[in-house]
Every structure is written in structure tokens, then in C-alpha cells.
């Protein structure tokens, strides 16, 4: 009996960033401009690091795969919302919003060591070069790497292991352009205190954590720095506070996201555009395309590519 009338819902609806048609039209405009500048700008810096030799090091070996991480989370994300803004649909099947969930966070998992990871370089770099190539060797450079994908995986394993089984009677809209954790889990039809407990307690956790490990780690180099040389300062200062940006732009909308959870405010999905549309923008923009070594790189193969141009 009870089974019967027990409607499960298949397919959830995305109310979006606005309702409003001409707004709808604005946000296609925006998000479609930024979308090609991340994909072509990401694509620069893969392709520059892979062939070219003189960058052939760890740094930008972790730059590189940082831009890859990137293009991948606003693939994930940005194409659909899109495709939901040009054609007015705005629906997702469930296995489609466990896939996304589950994906957003081994990627979102992954950078946040890859970021780590870049941060101890760095400060192996500047407060012990002398020992630099022997501790960031390329061997220790693949793997951070696979650290970094291990960790996503089992903090998105982890996650989502609590919600497949989830029971879904309706309603089934999301305010959101995306699917992740909060929105999903205030729709299932159980008492979802503890599944909340559990997304503060792990996404929330991680999220705070590496935030602070960074700009603590961030103040350390400074302060090295600092007490070292008097020259370096300003230009220690000036990149480091470049990156301090771009940490609390990324992290910011996930410690809101995840740390108070519930009750999901509006704001929320505002706020994940940041780290959808604008960080992975700035971190090429940031990390790489300021970086000397990088802009001699990029000459040199666009030459090369018109000279094999004017052979052919
Ligand atoms: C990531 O780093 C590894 C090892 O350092 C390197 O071989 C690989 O090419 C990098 N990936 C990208 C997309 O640049």
C-alpha cells in the first residue's frame, strides 16, 4: 500500500541563478565570455609548461596541473548552467546530480592539497633553496600529485557513500545552477540532521583547514622573508598577496557554503559562481601569465609556431 503511493522522484529542477528572461539573457552573455577565457586561458598555460623545455620543473609542472584542475571544476559546472540559460531547461536526471557531487568534490579535494602542495614549494624555494632540487624533486612532484587526486577521491567517496541511498518524495527543485551537497540533502524525505553534521564535519573541516594552512604558511614565508633580506620584500609582498586573493576568493564561498550549511541562504549559489567563473580565471592569470620565465615561454613558442608556419 504505502509502496504505491510512494513517489520517487527521478529528476530535479534547477530554479537557477534569476527567473527573469532578460536577466537570463545578461548571465548567458557573462558566463559564456568567461567560459571561453577559462578554457583558452587554462589551455595557454597547459600547453606552454608541456612544450616548453625550460619549464620543464616542478613548479610549473604543479601550475600546469593546477590550470588542468581548474578547466575541469568550471567544465563541470559552467557548460550545463549555459545550456540551461539558452533553452529554459533546467532539469538534472538524480544519477546526473550524484555524478556532478561526487566529481566537484574529488576535483575540489584535489586542488585544495595541489595548493598545498604549491605553497610548500614555495617555501622550500625561498627559505631553503639550498636544499630546493634535492626535497622538490620530480619524483616528490608526482607524488604531491597523486597525494592530491588520492585525497579528492576519498573525501568524495566519503561524501557521497552517505547520500546514493537517499529517498526523494518531492519537491525537487534546486536553487542552485548546480548540484552539490546542502540543496541536495535538505530535498530527501528522511531526518537529515546527522547528513548535515556530516557535510560541516567533512567538507566544512577540510575546507576551513586548508584555508588557515595556507595563509599561515603564507605568513611564514613572509616572515622568513622579511627577516632574511631587505630587498625581497616588496616583491615577496606583492606576490604573496596576489595569492592571499585568489585563496579567499576560492575558499571563501566554500567555507559559506559548507560551514553553514543549513538553512541554504540564496546568496550561496552567488557566491559559488566565484569559484566557478572567476578563480579559475584569475589563477592562470595570477600564478602563471605575471611570471617572466612563463611570458619568455609563450614568445618563444609563438615563434617557433610562425616559423613552421612560413615553412610549410
Ligand atoms: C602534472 O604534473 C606531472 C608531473 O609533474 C606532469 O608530468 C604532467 O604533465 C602535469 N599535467 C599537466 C596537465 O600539465
Not at 633580506?229 to 606583492?238: E, F, H, I, P, V
Not at 592569470?285 to 620565465?293: G, V
Given at each position: 500500500?504505502?509502496?504505491?503511493?510512494?513517489?520517487?522522484?527521478?529528476?530535479?529542477?534547477?530554479?537557477?541563478?534569476?527567473?527573469?528572461?532578460?536577466?537570463?539573457?545578461?548571465?548567458?552573455?557573462?558566463?559564456?565570455?568567461?567560459?571561453?577565457?577559462?578554457?583558452?586561458?587554462?589551455?595557454?598555460?597547459?600547453?606552454?609548461?608541456t612544450f616548453d623545455s625550460?619549464?620543464?620543473?616542478?613548479?610549473?609542472?604543479l601550475l600546469a596541473n593546477l590550470s588542468f584542475m581548474d578547466l575541469c571544476f568550471s567544465t563541470l559546472t559552467v557548460p550545463k548552467m549555459i545550456?540551461?540559460?539558452?533553452?529554459?531547461?533546467?532539469?538534472?536526471?538524480?544519477?546526473?546530480?550524484?555524478?556532478?557531487?561526487?566529481?566537484?568534490h574529488v576535483l575540489g579535494g584535489s586542488e585544495m592539497v595541489l595548493l598545498i602542495a604549491m605553497a610548500l614549494d614555495r617555501y622550500v624555494a625561498i627559505c631553503k633553496p639550498l636544499h630546493y632540487l634535492t626535497i622538490v624533486s620530480?619524483?616528490?612532484?608526482?607524488?604531491?600529485?597523486?597525494?592530491?587526486?588520492?585525497?579528492?577521491?576519498?573525501?568524495?567517496?566519503?561524501?557521497?557513500?552517505?547520500?546514493?541511498?537517499?529517498?526523494?518524495?518531492?519537491?525537487?527543485?534546486?536553487?542552485?545552477?548546480?548540484?552539490?551537497?546542502?540543496?541536495?540533502?535538505k530535498l530527501a524525505c528522511t531526518d537529515t540532521y546527522k547528513l548535515e553534521f556530516m557535510v560541516t564535519a567533512n567538507s566544512g573541516f577540510i575546507s576551513m583547514g586548508t584555508f588557515f594552512?595556507?595563509?599561515?604558511?603564507?605568513?611564514?614565508?613572509?616572515?622568513?622573508?622579511?627577516?632574511?633580506?631587505?630587498?625581497?620584500?616588496?616583491?615577496?609582498?606583492?606576490t604573496l598577496s596576489a595569492h592571499v586573493t585568489v585563496v579567499v576568493l576560492f575558499f571563501g564561498p566554500c567555507i559559506f557554503v559548507y560551514v553553514w550549511p543549513f538553512p541554504t541562504v540564496p546568496v550561496d549559489k552567488f557566491l559559488a559562481l566565484l569559484d566557478f567563473m572567476i578563480t579559475p580565471?584569475?589563477?592562470?592569470?595570477?600564478?602563471?601569465?605575471?611570471?617572466?620565465?612563463m611570458k619568455m615561454a609563450m614568445r618563444r613558442l609563438s615563434s617557433q609556431l610562425l616559423s613552421l608556419r612560413k615553412i610549410s
Open positions: 500500500m504505502y509502496e504505491a503511493n510512494y513517489s520517487e522522484v527521478s529528476e530535479f529542477v534547477f530554479l537557477g541563478l534569476s527567473t527573469s528572461r532578460p536577466v537570463q539573457h545578461v548571465l548567458l552573455t557573462f558566463s559564456t565570455v568567461f567560459y571561453v577565457t577559462i578554457v583558452l586561458g587554462n589551455l595557454l598555460v597547459v600547453f606552454t609548461v625550460h619549464l620543464h620543473s616542478p613548479m610549473y609542472f545550456s540551461d540559460l539558452y533553452s529554459g531547461q533546467n532539469t538534472i536526471s538524480f544519477q546526473g546530480c550524484v555524478i556532478q557531487i561526487f566529481v566537484l620530480p619524483c616528490m612532484c608526482i607524488w604531491l600529485l597523486v597525494g592530491a587526486w588520492l585525497i579528492g577521491l576519498i573525501h568524495a567517496v566519503t561524501q557521497v557513500a552517505f547520500i546514493v541511498h537517499l529517498h526523494f518524495c518531492g519537491p525537487s527543485e534546486i536553487d542552485s545552477f548546480y548540484c552539490d551537497l546542502p540543496w541536495f540533502i594552512l595556507l595563509i599561515f604558511s603564507y605568513i611564514f614565508i613572509l616572515v622568513t622573508v622579511w627577516k632574511h633580506s631587505s630587498g625581497g620584500l616588496s616583491k615577496a609582498l606583492s580565471i584569475l589563477n592562470p592569470a595570477i600564478y602563471t601569465l605575471r611570471n617572466k620565465d
